[in-house]
Protein backbone atom coordinates (compact mmCIF):
# COMPACT_ATOMS: atom_id res chain seq x y z
CA UNK A 1 0.00 0.00 0.00
CA UNK A 2 2.50 2.74 0.87
CA UNK A 3 4.63 1.97 -2.45
CA UNK A 4 1.44 2.55 -4.10
CA UNK A 5 1.11 5.32 -2.62
CA UNK A 6 4.61 6.45 -3.24
CA UNK A 7 4.13 5.62 -6.99
CA UNK A 8 1.19 7.58 -7.45
CA UNK A 9 2.54 10.73 -6.01
CA UNK A 10 5.59 10.90 -7.55
CA UNK A 11 2.92 10.02 -10.80
CA UNK A 12 1.54 13.40 -9.80
CA UNK A 13 3.98 15.35 -9.86
CA UNK A 14 4.68 15.64 -13.61
CA UNK A 15 1.16 16.04 -14.40
CA UNK A 16 0.89 18.92 -11.71
CA UNK A 17 4.08 20.60 -13.02
CA UNK A 18 2.09 19.73 -16.80
CA UNK A 19 -1.39 22.00 -15.51
CA UNK A 20 0.79 24.47 -14.28
CA UNK A 21 2.81 25.09 -17.89
CA UNK A 22 -1.12 25.13 -19.55
CA UNK A 23 -2.13 27.83 -16.98
CA UNK A 24 0.81 29.74 -17.53
CA UNK A 25 0.66 29.28 -21.06
CA UNK A 26 -2.69 30.30 -20.98
CA UNK A 27 -2.32 34.26 -20.74
CA UNK A 28 1.06 33.94 -23.71
CA UNK A 29 -1.60 32.08 -26.16
CA UNK A 30 -3.83 35.20 -25.25
CA UNK A 31 -4.18 37.93 -28.40
CA UNK A 32 -2.98 41.37 -27.56
CA UNK A 33 -1.26 43.32 -24.70
CA UNK A 34 -1.85 41.34 -20.91
CA UNK A 35 -2.17 44.64 -19.75
CA UNK A 36 -4.66 45.90 -22.19
CA UNK A 37 -7.58 46.37 -19.43
CA UNK A 38 -5.69 48.98 -17.28
CA UNK A 39 -3.74 51.28 -19.37
CA UNK A 40 -5.32 53.92 -20.94
CA UNK A 41 -5.69 53.43 -25.24
CA UNK A 42 -3.24 56.44 -25.09
CA UNK A 43 -0.65 55.35 -22.99
CA UNK A 44 2.55 56.20 -23.65
CA UNK A 45 5.00 53.78 -24.59
CA UNK A 46 6.93 54.83 -21.89
CA UNK A 47 4.63 54.02 -19.36
CA UNK A 48 3.35 50.79 -21.53
CA UNK A 49 7.16 49.73 -20.07
CA UNK A 50 7.27 50.86 -17.07
CA UNK A 51 4.06 48.53 -16.17
CA UNK A 52 5.29 45.71 -18.87
CA UNK A 53 8.18 45.30 -15.89
CA UNK A 54 6.60 46.09 -12.83
CA UNK A 55 4.14 43.02 -13.97
CA UNK A 56 6.98 41.27 -14.92
CA UNK A 57 6.07 40.53 -18.86
CA UNK A 58 9.60 41.87 -19.44
CA UNK A 59 11.54 38.98 -18.95
CA UNK A 60 12.03 35.72 -20.49
CA UNK A 61 8.69 33.09 -20.80
CA UNK A 62 10.66 30.73 -17.88
CA UNK A 63 11.67 33.32 -15.93
CA UNK A 64 8.31 34.41 -15.88
CA UNK A 65 7.13 30.66 -15.37
CA UNK A 66 9.23 29.67 -12.50
CA UNK A 67 9.08 32.85 -10.55
CA UNK A 68 5.25 32.59 -10.73
CA UNK A 69 5.39 28.57 -9.63
CA UNK A 70 7.27 29.47 -7.25
CA UNK A 71 5.18 32.82 -5.57
CA UNK A 72 2.02 30.15 -6.18
CA UNK A 73 3.63 27.85 -3.85
CA UNK A 74 3.69 30.53 -0.97
CA UNK A 75 0.35 31.09 -2.01
CA UNK A 76 0.94 34.19 -4.08
CA UNK A 77 -1.18 34.15 -7.20
CA UNK A 78 -0.09 37.70 -8.36
CA UNK A 79 -2.84 40.33 -8.40
CA UNK A 80 -6.16 40.94 -9.85
CA UNK A 81 -5.43 43.36 -13.28
CA UNK A 82 -9.21 45.00 -12.67
CA UNK A 83 -9.01 44.99 -9.06
CA UNK A 84 -5.70 45.39 -7.69
CA UNK A 85 -6.71 43.01 -5.42
CA UNK A 86 -4.72 39.54 -4.25
CA UNK A 87 -5.67 36.79 -6.97
CA UNK A 88 -5.50 33.98 -4.02
CA UNK A 89 -7.85 35.50 -1.93
CA UNK A 90 -10.29 36.29 -4.36
CA UNK A 91 -10.19 32.47 -5.81
CA UNK A 92 -10.53 31.36 -1.94
CA UNK A 93 -13.49 32.94 -1.37
CA UNK A 94 -15.02 31.89 -4.24
CA UNK A 95 -13.90 28.19 -4.28
CA UNK A 96 -15.78 27.84 -1.01
CA UNK A 97 -19.23 28.57 -2.76
CA UNK A 98 -18.53 26.20 -5.16
CA UNK A 99 -17.70 23.25 -3.13
CA UNK A 100 -20.47 23.94 -1.03
CA UNK A 101 -22.66 23.97 -4.31
CA UNK A 102 -20.94 21.25 -5.79
CA UNK A 103 -20.72 18.91 -2.23
CA UNK A 104 -24.34 19.35 -2.20
CA UNK A 105 -25.25 18.43 -5.65
CA UNK A 106 -23.12 15.34 -5.48
CA UNK A 107 -24.80 13.94 -2.78
CA UNK A 108 -28.03 14.57 -4.09
CA UNK A 109 -27.04 13.31 -7.26
CA UNK A 110 -25.57 10.77 -5.86
CA UNK A 111 -28.63 9.49 -3.57
CA UNK A 112 -31.27 9.23 -6.62
CA UNK A 113 -27.91 8.22 -8.98
CA UNK A 114 -27.87 4.79 -6.34
CA UNK A 115 -31.48 4.61 -6.09
CA UNK A 116 -32.37 4.60 -9.99
CA UNK A 117 -29.13 2.58 -10.51
CA UNK A 118 -29.63 -0.26 -7.66
CA UNK A 119 -33.22 -0.66 -8.68
CA UNK A 120 -32.35 -0.87 -12.74
CA UNK A 121 -29.62 -3.29 -11.94
CA UNK A 122 -31.12 -5.37 -9.47
CA UNK A 123 -34.71 -5.57 -12.01
CA UNK A 124 -33.12 -5.63 -15.56
CA UNK A 125 -35.64 -4.90 -18.12
CA UNK A 126 -38.75 -3.75 -15.77
CA UNK A 127 -40.67 -1.05 -16.05
CA UNK A 128 -38.45 0.41 -13.46
CA UNK A 129 -35.48 -0.40 -15.43
CA UNK A 130 -36.78 1.66 -18.71
CA UNK A 131 -37.72 4.68 -16.72
CA UNK A 132 -34.55 4.54 -14.94
CA UNK A 133 -32.60 4.39 -17.62
CA UNK A 134 -35.04 7.12 -19.85
CA UNK A 135 -33.98 9.48 -17.09
CA UNK A 136 -30.24 8.73 -16.86
CA UNK A 137 -30.16 9.54 -20.57
CA UNK A 138 -32.12 12.74 -20.03
CA UNK A 139 -29.33 13.14 -17.21
CA UNK A 140 -26.59 13.12 -19.67
CA UNK A 141 -27.96 14.76 -22.42
CA UNK A 142 -29.89 17.91 -21.25
CA UNK A 143 -27.74 21.12 -21.51
CA UNK A 144 -27.88 22.19 -17.45
CA UNK A 145 -27.82 26.01 -18.07
CA UNK A 146 -31.21 25.57 -19.92
CA UNK A 147 -32.66 23.32 -17.62
CA UNK A 148 -31.51 25.92 -14.72
CA UNK A 149 -33.60 28.32 -16.73
CA UNK A 150 -36.65 26.49 -16.68
CA UNK A 151 -36.62 25.26 -13.05
CA UNK A 152 -36.00 29.60 -12.45
CA UNK A 153 -39.21 29.92 -14.88
CA UNK A 154 -41.12 27.05 -13.08
CA UNK A 155 -40.60 27.44 -9.34
CA UNK A 156 -38.75 31.78 -9.09
CA UNK A 157 -41.16 33.35 -12.19
CA UNK A 158 -44.00 31.63 -12.04
CA UNK A 159 -44.64 29.69 -8.14
CA UNK A 160 -42.60 32.32 -6.77
CA UNK A 161 -41.34 29.42 -4.27
CA UNK A 162 -37.38 30.06 -4.44
CA UNK A 163 -35.46 33.00 -4.68
CA UNK A 164 -34.08 32.85 -8.78
CA UNK A 165 -30.03 33.84 -8.17
CA UNK A 166 -27.72 34.91 -5.53
CA UNK A 167 -26.34 32.93 -2.48
CA UNK A 168 -28.21 35.03 -0.18
CA UNK A 169 -31.06 37.71 0.31
CA UNK A 170 -29.82 40.89 -0.47
CA UNK A 171 -26.88 39.79 -3.05
CA UNK A 172 -25.00 38.46 -0.03
CA UNK A 173 -21.67 37.00 -1.34
CA UNK A 174 -21.08 34.87 1.98
CA UNK A 175 -22.91 31.67 2.66
CA UNK A 176 -24.55 30.87 5.85
CA UNK A 177 -26.24 27.80 7.56
CA UNK A 178 -29.94 29.57 7.66
CA UNK A 179 -32.87 29.08 6.13
CA UNK A 180 -32.54 32.28 3.82
CA UNK A 181 -29.30 30.91 2.65
CA UNK A 182 -30.40 27.71 2.10
CA UNK A 183 -33.45 28.66 -0.26
CA UNK A 184 -30.65 30.27 -2.54
CA UNK A 185 -28.88 26.87 -2.59
CA UNK A 186 -31.68 24.54 -3.41
CA UNK A 187 -32.14 25.34 -7.41
CA UNK A 188 -28.92 25.87 -8.30
CA UNK A 189 -27.69 22.97 -6.44
CA UNK A 190 -30.68 20.51 -7.75
CA UNK A 191 -29.75 21.46 -11.77
CA UNK A 192 -26.34 21.17 -10.90
CA UNK A 193 -26.73 17.09 -9.15
CA UNK A 194 -28.49 15.82 -12.66
CA UNK A 195 -25.51 15.39 -14.31
CA UNK A 196 -23.96 13.23 -11.49
CA UNK A 197 -27.22 11.50 -11.41
CA UNK A 198 -27.35 10.50 -14.69
CA UNK A 199 -23.90 8.80 -14.83
CA UNK A 200 -23.91 7.29 -11.13
CA UNK A 201 -27.54 5.55 -12.16
CA UNK A 202 -25.58 4.19 -15.59
CA UNK A 203 -22.49 3.16 -13.98
CA UNK A 204 -24.28 1.50 -11.12
CA UNK A 205 -27.02 -0.09 -13.24
CA UNK A 206 -24.00 -1.64 -15.40
CA UNK A 207 -22.26 -2.77 -12.49
CA UNK A 208 -24.87 -3.89 -10.84
CA UNK A 209 -26.11 -6.44 -13.47
CA UNK A 210 -22.48 -7.35 -13.91
CA UNK A 211 -22.02 -8.18 -10.28
CA UNK A 212 -25.18 -10.13 -10.09
CA UNK A 213 -24.33 -12.33 -13.39
CA UNK A 214 -21.15 -13.29 -11.29
CA UNK A 215 -20.93 -17.05 -10.20
CA UNK A 216 -21.29 -16.22 -6.28
CA UNK A 217 -24.30 -15.08 -6.07
CA UNK A 218 -26.07 -18.22 -7.23
CA UNK A 219 -23.50 -19.79 -4.38
CA UNK A 220 -24.43 -17.79 -1.81
CA UNK A 221 -28.56 -17.71 -3.02
CA UNK A 222 -27.94 -22.08 -2.86
CA UNK A 223 -26.50 -21.89 0.70
CA UNK A 224 -29.43 -20.25 1.80
CA UNK A 225 -28.66 -16.58 2.27
CA UNK A 226 -31.19 -14.17 2.70
CA UNK A 227 -31.80 -11.49 -0.77
CA UNK A 228 -31.33 -9.13 2.06
CA UNK A 229 -27.96 -10.38 2.83
CA UNK A 230 -26.90 -11.28 -1.13
CA UNK A 231 -27.79 -7.19 -1.44
CA UNK A 232 -25.75 -6.32 1.08
CA UNK A 233 -22.87 -8.59 -0.84
CA UNK A 234 -23.52 -6.70 -4.02
CA UNK A 235 -23.52 -3.38 -2.55
CA UNK A 236 -19.97 -4.51 -0.84
CA UNK A 237 -18.75 -5.14 -4.56
CA UNK A 238 -20.06 -1.86 -6.05
CA UNK A 239 -18.72 0.36 -3.17
CA UNK A 240 -15.10 0.56 -4.48
CA UNK A 241 -16.54 2.24 -8.04
CA UNK A 242 -19.25 3.87 -6.83
CA UNK A 243 -16.95 5.95 -4.23
CA UNK A 244 -14.66 6.38 -7.27
CA UNK A 245 -16.97 7.80 -9.82
CA UNK A 246 -18.39 10.26 -6.70
CA UNK A 247 -15.07 11.60 -6.29
CA UNK A 248 -14.51 12.29 -10.40
CA UNK A 249 -18.11 14.06 -10.56
CA UNK A 250 -17.32 16.26 -7.80
CA UNK A 251 -14.18 17.68 -9.04
CA UNK A 252 -16.20 17.94 -12.73
CA UNK A 253 -18.75 19.63 -10.74
CA UNK A 254 -16.13 21.79 -9.24
CA UNK A 255 -14.64 22.58 -12.26
CA UNK A 256 -17.64 22.79 -14.52
CA UNK A 257 -19.37 24.68 -12.26
CA UNK A 258 -19.44 28.00 -14.48
CA UNK A 259 -22.12 27.70 -16.70
CA UNK A 260 -24.85 26.98 -13.72
CA UNK A 261 -23.13 29.98 -11.77
CA UNK A 262 -23.47 32.10 -14.34
CA UNK A 263 -27.16 31.02 -14.53
CA UNK A 264 -28.04 31.42 -11.01
CA UNK A 265 -25.29 34.31 -10.23
CA UNK A 266 -24.00 32.18 -7.77
CA UNK A 267 -20.91 33.94 -6.52
CA UNK A 268 -18.02 30.76 -6.95
CA UNK A 269 -15.57 29.74 -9.07
CA UNK A 270 -17.61 30.15 -12.21
CA UNK A 271 -18.47 33.74 -11.59
CA UNK A 272 -15.13 34.98 -10.89
CA UNK A 273 -13.70 32.89 -14.47
CA UNK A 274 -16.43 35.19 -16.25
CA UNK A 275 -15.48 38.56 -14.52
CA UNK A 276 -11.48 37.75 -15.34
CA UNK A 277 -12.78 36.85 -18.98
CA UNK A 278 -14.30 39.62 -19.79
CA UNK A 279 -12.29 42.00 -18.68
CA UNK A 280 -9.41 40.45 -19.37
CA UNK A 281 -8.29 40.30 -16.23
CA UNK A 282 -5.25 37.71 -16.84
CA UNK A 283 -3.53 36.66 -13.65
CA UNK A 284 -6.81 36.07 -12.04
CA UNK A 285 -8.30 33.62 -14.94
CA UNK A 286 -4.56 31.89 -14.75
CA UNK A 287 -5.11 31.86 -10.32
CA UNK A 288 -8.71 30.53 -11.12
CA UNK A 289 -8.02 28.14 -13.46
CA UNK A 290 -4.79 26.91 -11.98
CA UNK A 291 -6.73 26.14 -8.39
CA UNK A 292 -9.81 24.05 -9.87
CA UNK A 293 -7.30 21.79 -11.71
CA UNK A 294 -5.12 21.07 -8.61
CA UNK A 295 -7.92 20.25 -7.01
CA UNK A 296 -9.35 17.77 -10.14
CA UNK A 297 -5.51 16.83 -9.84
CA UNK A 298 -5.49 16.01 -5.60
CA UNK A 299 -9.51 14.10 -6.16
CA UNK A 300 -7.92 11.95 -8.67
CA UNK A 301 -5.13 11.21 -6.25
CA UNK A 302 -7.68 10.95 -3.33
CA UNK A 303 -9.63 8.90 -5.42
CA UNK A 304 -7.31 6.43 -6.44
CA UNK A 305 -5.42 6.00 -2.95
CA UNK A 306 -9.21 5.30 -1.27
CA UNK A 307 -10.14 3.00 -3.99
CA UNK A 308 -7.15 1.13 -3.54
CA UNK A 309 -7.46 1.06 0.19
CA UNK A 310 -11.00 -0.18 0.34
CA UNK A 311 -10.75 -2.85 -2.65
CA UNK A 312 -8.55 -5.40 -2.06
CA UNK A 313 -8.84 -6.39 -5.86
CA UNK A 314 -7.00 -3.76 -6.96
CA UNK A 315 -3.49 -4.34 -4.59
CA UNK A 316 -3.66 -7.66 -5.75
CA UNK A 317 -3.64 -6.61 -9.60
CA UNK B 1 -23.01 7.05 -23.62
CA UNK B 2 -20.95 9.96 -22.30
CA UNK B 3 -21.90 13.02 -20.76
CA UNK B 4 -21.16 16.72 -20.41
CA UNK B 5 -19.41 16.30 -16.82
CA UNK B 6 -17.42 13.49 -17.51
CA UNK B 7 -16.82 13.80 -21.21
CA UNK B 8 -15.57 10.43 -21.39
CA UNK B 9 -16.00 7.18 -19.40
CA UNK B 10 -13.25 7.43 -16.73
CA UNK B 11 -11.35 5.55 -18.40
CA UNK B 12 -11.93 4.49 -21.76
CA UNK B 13 -8.41 3.14 -22.56
CA UNK B 14 -9.05 -0.01 -19.76
CA UNK B 15 -12.36 -0.90 -21.21
CA UNK B 16 -12.10 -0.31 -25.47
CA UNK B 17 -11.10 -3.14 -27.43
CA UNK B 18 -11.15 -3.39 -31.20
CA UNK B 19 -13.98 -5.59 -32.88
CA UNK B 20 -13.78 -9.10 -33.68
CA UNK B 21 -14.67 -8.57 -36.85
CA UNK B 22 -16.11 -11.81 -38.66
CA UNK B 23 -17.62 -12.54 -42.19
CA UNK B 24 -20.57 -10.56 -42.81
CA UNK B 25 -19.59 -8.28 -39.67
CA UNK B 26 -21.60 -5.44 -41.64
CA UNK B 27 -24.27 -7.13 -42.50
CA UNK B 28 -25.01 -7.73 -38.60
CA UNK B 29 -24.16 -4.07 -38.01
CA UNK B 30 -27.28 -3.51 -40.18
CA UNK B 31 -28.95 -5.90 -38.88
CA UNK B 32 -28.58 -5.39 -35.02
CA UNK B 33 -28.81 -1.60 -36.12
CA UNK B 34 -31.93 -2.10 -37.99
CA UNK B 35 -34.11 -3.70 -34.94
CA UNK B 36 -33.12 -0.77 -32.58
CA UNK B 37 -36.28 1.30 -32.90
CA UNK B 38 -34.99 3.81 -30.42
CA UNK B 39 -31.46 4.35 -32.44
CA UNK B 40 -33.24 4.63 -35.75
CA UNK B 41 -35.81 7.54 -34.40
CA UNK B 42 -32.71 9.24 -33.04
CA UNK B 43 -30.92 9.08 -36.44
CA UNK B 44 -34.42 10.31 -38.42
CA UNK B 45 -34.48 13.30 -35.64
CA UNK B 46 -30.95 14.02 -36.31
CA UNK B 47 -30.69 13.73 -39.83
CA UNK B 48 -34.14 15.89 -39.68
CA UNK B 49 -31.80 18.21 -38.30
CA UNK B 50 -29.62 18.54 -40.82
CA UNK B 51 -31.55 18.74 -43.68
CA UNK B 52 -33.01 21.78 -41.44
CA UNK B 53 -29.60 23.58 -41.19
CA UNK B 54 -29.04 22.90 -44.86
CA UNK B 55 -32.08 24.45 -46.18
CA UNK B 56 -32.90 26.90 -43.67
CA UNK B 57 -33.42 29.84 -46.27
CA UNK B 58 -35.69 27.77 -48.04
CA UNK B 59 -37.65 26.79 -44.77
CA UNK B 60 -36.84 29.59 -42.86
CA UNK B 61 -40.81 32.04 -42.87
CA UNK B 62 -39.13 35.38 -42.10
CA UNK B 63 -35.65 37.48 -42.20
CA UNK B 64 -33.99 36.03 -38.94
CA UNK B 65 -32.34 39.10 -38.60
CA UNK B 66 -34.86 41.53 -39.18
CA UNK B 67 -36.47 42.93 -35.89
CA UNK B 68 -38.72 45.32 -35.10
CA UNK B 69 -39.11 47.22 -31.55
CA UNK B 70 -43.05 47.13 -31.53
CA UNK B 71 -43.58 43.58 -31.96
CA UNK B 72 -40.97 42.38 -29.37
CA UNK B 73 -41.52 39.44 -27.13
CA UNK B 74 -44.96 37.89 -28.96
CA UNK B 75 -45.99 35.04 -27.04
CA UNK B 76 -46.10 31.63 -29.16
CA UNK B 77 -48.79 31.54 -31.54
CA UNK B 78 -49.18 34.64 -31.92
CA UNK B 79 -49.95 34.99 -35.82
CA UNK B 80 -47.58 35.22 -38.48
CA UNK B 81 -45.02 34.43 -35.43
CA UNK B 82 -45.97 30.28 -34.55
CA UNK B 83 -43.26 30.41 -31.93
CA UNK B 84 -43.17 33.71 -30.43
CA UNK B 85 -40.83 36.53 -31.31
CA UNK B 86 -37.39 37.33 -29.32
CA UNK B 87 -36.36 40.45 -27.48
CA UNK B 88 -35.62 42.44 -30.33
CA UNK B 89 -38.77 41.43 -32.42
CA UNK B 90 -37.07 39.43 -34.47
CA UNK B 91 -39.54 35.78 -35.55
CA UNK B 92 -37.89 32.83 -33.36
CA UNK B 93 -39.10 30.01 -35.81
CA UNK B 94 -36.37 31.88 -38.32
CA UNK B 95 -34.08 32.21 -35.91
CA UNK B 96 -34.44 28.40 -34.61
CA UNK B 97 -34.55 27.27 -38.26
CA UNK B 98 -31.13 29.38 -39.03
CA UNK B 99 -29.82 28.56 -35.42
CA UNK B 100 -29.59 24.57 -36.52
CA UNK B 101 -26.90 26.01 -39.00
CA UNK B 102 -24.42 27.26 -36.21
CA UNK B 103 -25.52 24.74 -33.15
CA UNK B 104 -25.01 21.94 -34.98
CA UNK B 105 -21.55 22.97 -36.85
CA UNK B 106 -19.93 24.35 -33.63
CA UNK B 107 -21.05 21.13 -32.02
CA UNK B 108 -20.19 18.46 -35.01
CA UNK B 109 -16.96 20.45 -36.40
CA UNK B 110 -14.80 20.35 -33.35
CA UNK B 111 -15.40 16.61 -33.10
CA UNK B 112 -14.72 15.77 -36.78
CA UNK B 113 -11.34 17.50 -36.36
CA UNK B 114 -10.44 16.02 -32.99
CA UNK B 115 -11.44 12.80 -34.71
CA UNK B 116 -8.91 13.44 -37.41
CA UNK B 117 -6.12 14.40 -34.99
CA UNK B 118 -6.43 12.51 -31.99
CA UNK B 119 -6.37 9.33 -34.10
CA UNK B 120 -2.89 10.53 -35.77
CA UNK B 121 -1.56 11.20 -32.22
CA UNK B 122 -3.21 8.11 -30.76
CA UNK B 123 -2.34 5.46 -33.68
CA UNK B 124 1.13 6.82 -33.98
CA UNK B 125 1.95 6.45 -30.17
CA UNK B 126 0.33 3.14 -30.26
CA UNK B 127 2.09 2.05 -33.49
CA UNK B 128 5.61 3.68 -32.46
CA UNK B 129 5.19 2.44 -28.72
CA UNK B 130 8.35 2.74 -26.29
CA UNK B 131 9.38 6.27 -25.43
CA UNK B 132 7.41 8.10 -28.26
CA UNK B 133 4.21 6.36 -26.71
CA UNK B 134 5.31 7.29 -22.89
CA UNK B 135 6.31 11.10 -23.93
CA UNK B 136 2.87 11.28 -26.07
CA UNK B 137 0.70 10.00 -23.39
CA UNK B 138 2.00 11.72 -20.52
CA UNK B 139 1.09 14.88 -22.43
CA UNK B 140 -1.91 13.79 -23.06
CA UNK B 141 -2.65 12.98 -19.34
CA UNK B 142 -2.09 16.65 -18.49
CA UNK B 143 -4.76 17.68 -20.38
CA UNK B 144 -6.94 15.07 -19.09
CA UNK B 145 -6.51 16.89 -15.86
CA UNK B 146 -8.35 19.50 -16.76
CA UNK B 147 -12.61 19.13 -16.26
CA UNK B 148 -14.04 19.56 -19.91
CA UNK B 149 -15.93 22.58 -19.30
CA UNK B 150 -13.17 24.36 -17.56
CA UNK B 151 -10.42 23.37 -19.89
CA UNK B 152 -12.93 24.75 -22.84
CA UNK B 153 -13.77 27.69 -20.56
CA UNK B 154 -10.23 28.53 -20.20
CA UNK B 155 -8.79 28.17 -23.76
CA UNK B 156 -11.91 30.13 -25.11
CA UNK B 157 -11.75 32.58 -22.58
CA UNK B 158 -7.35 33.35 -23.23
CA UNK B 159 -7.99 33.62 -26.93
CA UNK B 160 -11.24 35.90 -26.78
CA UNK B 161 -14.85 35.24 -27.53
CA UNK B 162 -15.55 34.35 -31.62
CA UNK B 163 -16.54 31.27 -34.04
CA UNK B 164 -13.21 30.25 -34.86
CA UNK B 165 -11.46 30.46 -31.05
CA UNK B 166 -14.37 28.17 -29.70
CA UNK B 167 -13.78 25.50 -31.94
CA UNK B 168 -10.09 25.77 -31.32
CA UNK B 169 -10.95 25.35 -28.19
CA UNK B 170 -13.37 22.21 -28.16
CA UNK B 171 -11.03 20.66 -30.72
CA UNK B 172 -8.65 20.71 -27.96
CA UNK B 173 -10.63 19.44 -25.49
CA UNK B 174 -11.66 16.29 -27.60
CA UNK B 175 -8.33 15.42 -28.54
CA UNK B 176 -7.19 13.84 -25.85
CA UNK B 177 -10.25 11.83 -24.79
CA UNK B 178 -9.71 10.35 -28.74
CA UNK B 179 -6.27 10.07 -28.22
CA UNK B 180 -6.19 8.00 -25.50
CA UNK B 181 -8.72 5.41 -27.03
CA UNK B 182 -6.69 5.56 -30.49
CA UNK B 183 -3.70 4.75 -28.62
CA UNK B 184 -5.43 1.89 -26.51
CA UNK B 185 -7.01 0.44 -29.62
CA UNK B 186 -3.67 0.64 -31.49
CA UNK B 187 -1.34 -0.63 -28.70
CA UNK B 188 -3.75 -4.02 -28.38
CA UNK B 189 -3.72 -4.45 -32.50
CA UNK B 190 -0.16 -4.03 -32.39
CA UNK B 191 0.20 -7.02 -30.78
CA UNK B 192 -2.04 -9.15 -32.72
CA UNK B 193 -0.35 -12.28 -34.67
CA UNK B 194 -1.06 -11.13 -38.04
CA UNK B 195 0.89 -7.92 -37.81
CA UNK B 196 3.86 -9.68 -36.54
CA UNK B 197 3.43 -11.34 -39.41
CA UNK B 198 3.49 -8.44 -41.96
CA UNK B 199 6.55 -7.11 -40.06
CA UNK B 200 8.18 -10.59 -40.29
CA UNK B 201 7.14 -10.65 -43.89
CA UNK B 202 9.34 -7.13 -44.51
CA UNK B 203 6.02 -5.19 -44.62
CA UNK B 204 6.72 -1.50 -44.12
CA UNK B 205 5.39 0.45 -40.85
CA UNK B 206 3.16 2.67 -43.28
CA UNK B 207 2.00 -0.22 -45.36
CA UNK B 208 1.25 -2.01 -42.01
CA UNK B 209 -0.79 0.66 -40.60
CA UNK B 210 -2.92 1.16 -43.75
CA UNK B 211 -3.62 -2.73 -44.17
CA UNK B 212 -3.47 -4.15 -40.93
CA UNK B 213 -3.98 -1.33 -38.11
CA UNK B 214 -6.56 1.15 -39.54
CA UNK B 215 -8.79 -1.01 -41.04
CA UNK B 216 -9.14 -2.60 -37.12
CA UNK B 217 -8.97 0.73 -35.00
CA UNK B 218 -10.81 3.18 -36.89
CA UNK B 219 -13.88 1.28 -36.43
CA UNK B 220 -14.25 1.68 -32.21
CA UNK B 221 -12.47 5.18 -32.59
CA UNK B 222 -15.15 6.29 -34.53
CA UNK B 223 -17.94 5.18 -32.33
CA UNK B 224 -16.40 6.54 -29.49
CA UNK B 225 -15.95 10.22 -31.33
CA UNK B 226 -19.58 9.76 -32.20
CA UNK B 227 -20.70 9.99 -28.30
CA UNK B 228 -18.90 12.53 -27.88
CA UNK B 229 -20.89 14.89 -30.43
CA UNK B 230 -23.62 15.22 -28.12
CA UNK B 231 -21.13 16.55 -25.05
CA UNK B 232 -20.14 18.77 -27.96
CA UNK B 233 -23.47 20.30 -28.20
CA UNK B 234 -23.79 21.18 -24.95
CA UNK B 235 -20.15 22.45 -24.52
CA UNK B 236 -20.34 24.22 -27.50
CA UNK B 237 -23.81 26.15 -27.26
CA UNK B 238 -22.44 26.63 -23.17
CA UNK B 239 -19.70 28.41 -24.82
CA UNK B 240 -21.64 30.87 -26.90
CA UNK B 241 -24.05 30.92 -23.47
CA UNK B 242 -20.99 32.59 -21.75
CA UNK B 243 -20.37 34.93 -24.78
CA UNK B 244 -17.40 32.90 -25.76
CA UNK B 245 -18.57 31.30 -28.47
CA UNK B 246 -20.82 32.93 -31.60
CA UNK B 247 -21.81 36.64 -31.31
CA UNK B 248 -24.90 38.85 -31.46
CA UNK B 249 -26.96 39.12 -33.41
CA UNK B 250 -26.02 35.66 -35.08
CA UNK B 251 -28.75 33.34 -34.11
CA UNK B 252 -27.02 30.26 -32.16
CA UNK B 253 -29.08 28.69 -29.80
CA UNK B 254 -27.15 29.08 -27.10
CA UNK B 255 -26.31 32.66 -27.47
CA UNK B 256 -30.56 32.80 -28.38
CA UNK B 257 -30.71 31.40 -24.40
CA UNK B 258 -28.50 33.80 -22.83
CA UNK B 259 -30.47 36.82 -24.68
CA UNK B 260 -33.81 35.70 -23.88
CA UNK B 261 -32.99 35.40 -20.47
CA UNK B 262 -34.31 38.40 -19.65
CA UNK B 263 -37.38 37.47 -21.23
CA UNK B 264 -38.27 34.40 -18.62
CA UNK B 265 -40.88 36.62 -17.10
CA UNK B 266 -43.02 37.83 -19.50
CA UNK B 267 -42.63 35.34 -22.19
CA UNK B 268 -41.35 31.87 -20.39
CA UNK B 269 -42.27 29.37 -23.37
CA UNK B 270 -40.12 31.70 -25.82
CA UNK B 271 -37.47 32.12 -23.55
CA UNK B 272 -36.92 28.20 -23.10
CA UNK B 273 -37.13 27.06 -26.78
CA UNK B 274 -33.42 27.53 -27.41
CA UNK B 275 -32.68 25.03 -25.26
CA UNK B 276 -35.45 22.66 -25.81
CA UNK B 277 -33.64 22.76 -29.14
CA UNK B 278 -29.94 21.47 -28.14
CA UNK B 279 -31.63 19.59 -25.67
CA UNK B 280 -33.53 17.31 -28.52
CA UNK B 281 -30.18 17.45 -30.61
CA UNK B 282 -27.71 16.64 -27.64
CA UNK B 283 -30.13 13.27 -26.55
CA UNK B 284 -30.71 12.11 -30.33
CA UNK B 285 -27.05 12.20 -30.72
CA UNK B 286 -26.73 10.09 -27.60
CA UNK B 287 -28.97 8.03 -28.31
CA UNK B 288 -27.65 7.54 -31.85
CA UNK B 289 -24.34 6.73 -30.94
CA UNK B 290 -25.60 4.40 -28.45
CA UNK B 291 -27.16 2.71 -31.20
CA UNK B 292 -23.66 2.40 -33.24
CA UNK B 293 -21.83 1.53 -30.43
CA UNK B 294 -24.37 -1.61 -29.43
CA UNK B 295 -24.58 -1.92 -33.39
CA UNK B 296 -20.96 -2.19 -34.29
CA UNK B 297 -20.47 -4.15 -30.82
CA UNK B 298 -17.76 -2.03 -29.79
CA UNK B 299 -17.50 -2.08 -26.08
CA UNK B 300 -16.38 1.49 -24.39
Aim: with cysteine; glycine share 10%.
Amino acid sequence: MLIYLGKRLVYTIPIVIGVSIVCFALVHIAPGDPLVSVLPPDASEQLKQQMMKAYGFDRPYYEQFLLWCWRAIQGDLGTSIATGRAVASEVMRAVRNTLLLAVVATFIGFFFGLLFGFVAGYFRNSAIDKIASILSVIGVSVPHYWLGMVLVIIFSAQLNWLPPTGAGPGGSAEWRPDWAHFRHLILPAVTMSVIPMGIVARTIRALVADILSQDFVPALRAKGLSELGIFGHVVKNAAPTALAVMGLQLGYLLGGSILIETVFSWPGTGFLLNAAIFQRDLPLLQGTILVLALFFVLLNLIVDVVQTAIDPRIQRS
Amino acid sequence: MTSLSSLMPQDPAKTIAPIEKSPGYWAGVIRRFGKDKLAIAAGIVVLILLLIAVFAPLLAPMDPYAGRTIRRLRPVGTDGFPLGTDELGRDMLSRLIYGARYSLMMGVAPVIMAFGIGSLIGIIAGYVGGKTNTAIMRTIDVFYAFPSVLLAVALSGALGAGIQNALVSLTVVFIPPIARVAEAVTTQVRNRDYVEAARASGAKALTIIRVHVLGNVLGPIFVYATGLISVSMILASGLSFLGLGVRPPEPEWGLMLNTLRTAIYNQPLVAALPGMMIFITSISFNVLADGLRNAMDVKV
